[in-house]
């Protein structure tokens, strides 16, 4: 196992404003960047995520690429797994806001399949 992996934002999707769930057009999205993290999680010990360059991020794109790992991953394994070295704070505000809402979403869909096994 590789000790590091380096995922440069900016660098990825060519922007200083990332923005779009899923792309249909081949562009970069949220998802390009949630599958890196995923495809990389087990090959490397710490997987660190850079946004130099980047000024603001739109909501889903942040949910996609970075919140949605958490229905793959737990937050404690995020939490280990991740590291955001030059993150400032409004894009920890974001990534915050994203990973509240997306641990909500999993516990509403995790309830209701309960509810429906009754």
Not at 10 to 31: C, H, L, N, V
Request: charged letters at 30%; hydrophobic letters at 35%.
């Amino acid at each position: 196992m590789e000790t590091e992996c380096k995922i440069n934002v900016y660098e990825i999707m060519g922007t200083s404003t990332p923005a779009g769930r899923t792309s249909e057009s081949g562009e970069p999205s949220g998802e390009t960047i949630r599958n890196l993290i995923i495809e990389n999680w087990e090959k490397h010990e710490k997987l660190s995520i850079y946004f130099e360059g980047v000024m603001q991020m739109t909501r889903p794109f942040v949910d996609e690429a970075f919140a949605k790992v958490l229905e793959v991953y737990s937050l404690d394994q995020f939490n280990q797994k991740l590291h955001f070295p030059d993150a400032n704070d409004r894009i920890v505000k974001s990534l915050n806001d994203a990973i509240k809402l997306r641990i909500k979403i999993i516990k509403m869909h995790k309830d209701r399949a309960e509810e429906e096994a009754l």
